[in-house]
């Protein structure tokens, strides 16, 4: 439960949001996303009201303007590579071609186009959060949402992940990562927001690692 949150964040920002767990991180990704609606307050995202929005509304609303990254990826197994990207353009009702041609563009930016016919299944954890960001990525959205996306992963993995969202995010992509690791916040997100309780306890700059100065 969030406690009268006041909260901004601007386009292209990266935005870290850190706290111990039953903090409100998860909360504030899943209010953003219109997955949850406050019991008082107002969301706007992208200029979209979501307390104004039916149900319906609000599902087109994520498909077409939020990307959502999780820490388990969340894949179809019985899919391919490609088609687990090209399925969140298919509930948009985008055309085929031009979404199978922005599905590929994505695998090949993301190195891992060589992987386009193959299964989950047979993917490291780097590539499948790889191909879980492509498809968060595909219908171009507002917002990317990315709920521990390192979690599962080993710390060099992990750190890949965070390298390719902090490009995702140079070339103008808005970022809102909920994390518990400090340290990959310290080195990788532009602004820190900590909860504590569904408090908000701080809103700081988090200089990178290599900007600060440190080794």
């Known amino acids: ?59 087109r609303f994520r498909r077409s303007r939020i990307g959502f990254v999780f820490q388990f990826f969340h894949l179809l197994n019985n899919l391919s590579v490609l088609d687990n990207v090209l399925i969140a353009a298919q509930l948009t009702g985008a055309q085929e071609a031009p979404s199978r041609a922005r599905a590929l563009g994505l695998l ?25 960001i492509a498809r968060a990525l595909v219908n171009r959205p507002a917002v990317l ?22 490009a995702l995010n140079q070339s103008g992509q808005t970022i809102l990562l909920a994390t518990h690791d400090l340290e990959l916040v310290r080195r990788y997100s532009r602004r820190l927001i900590n909860l504590r309780d569904g408090k908000l306890t701080g809103d700081s700059q988090a200089p990178r690692q290599e900007e600060a100065g440190t080794p």
Do not use: C
């Open 1 to 59: 439960m969030l406690d009268q949150l006041n909260l901004e964040v601007a386009q292209g920002e990266f935005v870290a949001v850190m706290g111990p767990s039953g903090s409100g991180k998860s909360t504030v990704l899943n209010l953003v996303a219109g997955l949850d609606r406050p019991t008082t307050g107002i969301i706007t995202v992208d200029g979209s009201a979501l307390s104004e929005l039916s149900e319906a509304d609000l599902a």
């Open 108 to 132: 090949d930016e993301l190195g891992i186009v060589t992987k386009a016919r193959e299964y989950p299944a047979k993917l490291s954890g780097g590539e499948r959060q790889r191909v879980a």
């Open 145 to 166: 949402l990315a709920d521990e996306p390192t979690g599962a992963l080993d710390s060099h993995t992990g750190e890949q992940v965070m390298e390719l969202l902090v």
